[in-house]
């Protein structure tokens, strides 16, 4: 194979060119590189070696203006912008930098195509005019403003750039105009050299005049790079531009025109592979890499190129360990670094100025892989402690006395991080730069392992460098807000470049980097609608039918561009590889590019198709089973002997698995902060509540009075209770006072019921409240003794029954208390649960010799108090309505007969854990 840049030195050599005295012209940089490596083949004898330039760098060069960046252009612009506008009609710099931006890239526009800028910009105006306010007769405040706006955009652009001129700086479309305002001189003074320009295809005005009237001087030569298979086809927009420059350019009509060459039309080998999501794509190039690895030993002339640049890492981490030798040609976003994400977090956290700090930024903050190491003195981690801090005293906001507190010897960091940071943008700054400087000390101590994170912090460095130099030769930065809005723009341009060697092993580029370069095996990637193409934008001031008028460029000329490229990696390649997106439910996934349809429908090469799915190994559910090795029997036996309780027992019932790994293993749930008052939080205040209500009044019989007197009590105990079990959380707003509202709720329903069934006649005598009971049975077959152990919310007296009483403040309803078939206890916790839990403590109580049977059991709900006490009941049949709701020794042997087999089955050496499917 034989590339465009050989074939254009093998015809200079062939015309007797001086390459010394040549200055060639490329797309890119990059293209250029590969220009001097075959330079060498054509020369004999040593010489100067030519001028091998960018387009930018030779447009550059010739209109003598320093390039400026886009930050600083947008500072340039909002100082113009300040002196034009009336002091009370001024926009802040970040509202201004959200429509400015689009200006800018219309004022590029503009001057790179050479339209004559006052009259664009009246006839803007006269459009705005016409479209919506020509026929208002008294116009608002609003509709002046908004017409004054298009009114004043050529005395924007005016004054701007005379500016940007009077300190010889210029933005790209403007160094382009002030180049062609240039041209002639610059002929005059480089008569003698020739300029070769390779590789073009969409050319701006600007360029299209430089380069025809260099051509018409005799001042240079040009090649084309496009195939007959694109020229002939007046519909392929491969050619679009090359076919218009060849139709119109005069020079064309009297000297050839270089080159059409026939390689698009030689055999190829073309697969094209659909491939469910990113990623997969990503891991089915490796596989492709690894199988040419294995074909050739060797990578050379390959080429990965990204339609979507974000597979990058995804790629790398996909490619096989044998590779030696790879490039990477474009650069990673800074944006998309580790780092980032902590300055996001530093951003967020104190863009609203407030002096509290939400727990979850706090915790994303220390928990940061660059920050932690900075938390840690010795063998005390302060970020654990103050995530454990947060956790245990349930604390949502926190200040930075708070965080102090919790973490003394690290004030400094603390500082660094939360310290308020609405003083000056100059001091945000310092702050910033003094904590990647904190971050590369601790980092410096083992370089060879942080060589990246390194690099992240230098970049970073510079880029707030920049930031503080902007903001104090222009004052611009009002805010943070304004900070944080610029600092985004500057990350989303911002690139880490990699090192490689370009000429040796396998090449990973984006579609722009391919300009000029030709391999023999190309890999495609992301070939979808709206990757490649991109599809249809228009983020511009300028109507699309104005920019159709002005020989603007549209979405059309933009498809055209990738239509190209996309083309002339094919035009030489012997082996092509076009990965697209299967998957649907993605904005730039699931359609296949129209690339894709038109190579089938040229029906010029044998396409082989296929649709990859990933290997995903079958993998059967298996419920989780654990065998009892005798250290488990151990563990078991010790848990049995210290007691167990009916939570504990119907957490078995539940899932044996849970009861493993909360009382064998003693796993415990994480205790996480509560924003929104819990469940069990709000239960534990309402009981103990309670409590404390009814506690005194063991041994006596309630009278009315006494309630009515304690209800004067529940806003104060209702709060104790929550400030003892919420901690720091705040109960006063939100969700939070409404469960605290339902808690005091709660309780005075409950008073109110009890005082409803005094005022009846009924007699209420309390016997224990919250009474814990321990007792030890024997259990046949097992050789230790077995304890039982359960707290009681309430005994009392009802009318001479003894009842006793489970508080629940979730909903209860009368059929989860009956029972018909005694075996299902202990196995269904979902129906029976309830039923076992006051079945239970009635065992236990009659145990310990504490009632005197019969007796009733049962559950107040506090969600269904008008169902009053919900006594258990044993049913005939699951479909009689009678049922038996006074518990004697009968009940309570069936109770224990179930009860012991279910304490047998957890003691069996020969039953594993085995989890349930819930």
Known sequence: MTTF????????KEINVDLSKTTFILPSKRAGVFLKYHLPQFINAPIFSPSILSIEEFIGDMSELESISNAELLFEFYTSYI???????????????????????????IDRHLIPQEQIFNYLSDIQDLKHWSLEGNKTDFVRNYLAFWNKLYDYYNHFTKHLLNINKGYQGLIYREAVVNLESYIKDN??????????????????????????????????????????????????????????????????????????SDKKSISICGIPKSVGQAKHIGSIINDLMRERGSLEKTAVVLGDENLLIPILNSLPLSIESLNITMGFPLKSTPLTSLFDALFLLHKNGSHLFYHKDIIKIISH???????????????????????????????????????????GIIDLLFTDWSNSIENILKKCSQLILTIKENLDRDKRSNLLSLEYLYRFNSMFNELSRLNSE????????????????????ETLDFQGEPLEGLQIMGMLESRVIDFETVIISSVNEGVLPSGKSNNSFIPFDVKLENNLPTYKEKDAVYTYHFYRLLQRAKNI??????????????????????????????????????????TSSQLTTVIKTEALEKLIIDIVKSGLSPSSLTNYIRNPIDFYYQKVLKIKEYDDVEETIAANTLGTVVHNTLEDFYKPLEGEFLMIESLKKLKSQIDKKVAFHFKKEYKKGDITKGKNLIVFEIAKRYVSNFLDFEIRELDAGNSIKIIAIEANHNISIDVPRLNFPVWLTGKIDRIDSYNGVTRIIDYKTGSVNQNQVELADWEVISTDYKKYGKSFQVLFYTYLLKKTNSIQLPVEAGIVSFNNLGSGFLKFGKKESPFSRAKNTLITNDTLLSFENELIKLIKEICNPDIPFTEKKL
């Open 83 to 109: 002196k034009l506008s009336e002091k009370k009609a001024i926009e802040s710099f970040e509202s201004f930098s959200k429509w400015a931006q689009i200006l800018l890239q219309d004022f590029n526009e």
């Open 5 to 12: 840049i050989f074939d254009v030195l093998k015809d200079l």
């Open 577 to 618: 590889y076009i990965l697209y997106n299967t998957e649907a439910d993605v904005l730039t996934g699931g359609e296949k590019s129209r690339f894709i349809t038109q190579l089938e429908i040229e029906n010029i090469h044998q396409i082989k198709q296929q649709i990859v799915t990933p290997k995903t190994p079958s």
């Open 191 to 264: 008569s003698h050299k020739l300029h070769v320009f390779l590789g073009f295809n969409a050319l701006n005005t600007a360029e299209e005049f430089i380069i025809q009237e260099l051509l018409q001087n005799s001042s240079a030569k040009i090649y084309w790079d496009i195939d007959k298979v694109f020229i002939d086809n007046s519909k392929h927009d491969a050619a679009l531009f090359t076919r218009r420059y060849k139709n119109s350019w005069g020079y064309f009509k009297k000297n050839a025109f270089n080159w059409v060459t026939n390689n698009y």
């Open 369 to 411: 892989q660059f920050v932690r190491p900075l938390l840690v003195e010795e063998h005390h981690d302060y970020a654990s402690k103050l995530i454990e801090a947060i956790n245990e005293n349930n604390y949502i906001y926190l200040n930075i006395t708070q965080l102090k507190e919790i973490t003394p010897n690290r004030n």
């Open 474 to 493: 222009y004052n611009h930065i009002g805010d943070i807000s304004s900070l944080y809005s610029l600092y985004k723009e500057l990350l989303s341009v």
